[in-house]
């Protein structure tokens, strides 16, 4: 019986615009677009923040200094929320859950991110309190396995009452290796119907 429901973040609670956000760093660091795309996500470097190979402040301080220093951390978290745009269907959906599964937020991210989630995305903290995750948490990025395990084990959970709901079918994939049921995320009436068939949701008609 599944019990417990982690959601990817990004295309699943909100769209994610990676175009604007690196427009909005280009603009507030003096460089082009196509410098800052290769400077932090060419690089490799987003990649490394995301496995916790860094602190906050570390982060941010080398995010910046790729980008040819100055880069204030109000600009870092304004273009990050203008990149995002809630998915109001997909965000009530985990809300209703609440009352009867637990639920949780495992995002590929920083801890920059995670420190900073209420000013990036103030819609999550009402729907799943504390259990916010970022995958840096854990030392290690979606589709690994023992980033699933890990987020479970800090929740108190078990792979096999547990689904996980991501829009990449890697990171799906890479969950059901874990040992928990995958959904591959298209939308959120999908979703709906696939929690209906696990007893979480009552069903319409």
């Known amino acids: 019986m599944i019990s417990t429901v982690l959601f990817d973040m990004n295309d699943v609670l909100c769209r ?4 604007l956000r690196v427009a909005r760093l280009a603009r507030a660091s003096g460089k082009s677009p196509a410098f800052v795309e290769a400077a932090i996500w060419g690089s490799g470097y987003e990649d490394l923040g995301d496995s916790g190979a860094m602190d906050a402040e570390g982060y941010l301080g080398g995010f910046a200094e790729r980008l040819g220093g100055g ?4 600009a870092w978290t304004g273009a990050l929320r203008a990149a995002l745009t809630p998915l109001p269907e997909a965000l009530a959906l985990a809300a209703t859950l609440g009352s009867r599964a637990l639920v949780a937020v495992l995002t590929n991210n920083n801890l920059l991110v995670a420190r900073e989630i209420d000013a990036i995305f103030p819609e999550l903290r009402p729907i799943f309190g504390r259990n916010i995750f970022v995958s840096a948490e854990f030392r290690a990025r979606k589709p690994a396995s023992e980033v699933y395990r890990r987020c479970l084990a800090r929740l108190g959970a078990t792979p096999e009452t547990a689904l996980f709901v991501d829009d990449s079918p890697r990171n799906v994939a890479g969950a059901e290796a874990a040992g928990l049921t995958g959904f591959l995320y298209v939308g ?3 979703l709906a119907e ?3 068939g696990a007893g979480l949701l009552p069903h319409t008609g």
């Open 16 to 19: 994610y615009d990676r175009e």
């Open 71 to 74: 880069l204030t951390l109000d």
């Open 188 to 190: 959120a009436d999908a």
């Open 194 to 196: 696939r929690l209906r």
